[in-house]
């Protein structure tokens, strides 16, 4: 089934194709995309945005029978009560750069004494079939803030993001196995199975 996903990052579309591999989605880029200016209440609401101004845009270009596919992530600190959540991307301004944004968050953590590290990665993803029906699935990874950058794999807040179980950032491990551990992946695998 072509699926076209919401984004231009090129990154992005190689990634969640990864994630999506052995599934029935054949996914590509709508080179016209125009993102939709996200809201600051939920996850849900911004993927299904994304996916239905996609939808929108395909079917003003004449496509109107491919799929669409969106997802909205963020990271959620116990320290900052659950913040910067769907504000991720403009922790600390908009025009911020990632590591005066890293920065900023390694200093409201350490504000708190680090003893609120605890932090969560949540990704939903949104999928809009031709006839309409939308599928929404969610995953999260639970782990805390490292007190300095480790790594250089991913990006994003992937440096600063220490998974327990494995002892080590998302930032120091390749790219396969933060795919099976991460809130993405997890959306995707979730994803899977609700297409059977």
């Known amino acids: 089934m072509i699926t076209y996903l919401a984004t231009k990052n090129e990154g992005k579309l190689a990634e969640i194709r990864t994630m999506l591999a052995g599934s029935p989605l054949e996914l590509r880029t709508y080179s016209e995309y125009r993102d939709p200016a996200e809201g600051h209440e939920s996850y849900v609401e911004n993927a299904l945005l994304k996916a239905r101004a996609l939808r929108s845009q395909l079917s003003s270009a004449g496509i ?20 910067p959540g769907v504000d991720s991307a403009i922790y600390a301004g908009g025009q911020t750069s990632w590591p005066h944004r890293l920065a900023a968050m390694m200093d409201a953590v350490a504000q708190h004494g680090g003893a609120s590290r605890g932090a969560r990665f949540v990704c939903v993803m949104a999928l809009v079939l031709p006839g309409g029906r939308e599928i929404v699935v969610r995953g999260d990874v639970r782990g805390e803030i490292a007190p300095e950058l480790r790594g250089t794999n991913g990006f994003g807040y992937d440096p600063l993001f220490y998974y327990p179980p494995i002892g080590k950032t998302f930032g120091e491990i390749p790219e396969q196995e933060k795919n099976l551990l991460s809130h993405r992946g997890r959306a995707a695998r979730a994803l899977i199975e609700a297409l059977g």
């Open 64 to 83: 109107a029978d491919a799929a669409v596919l969106a997802d909205d992530s963020g990271i959620e600190l116990d320290a900052l009560d659950g913040g």
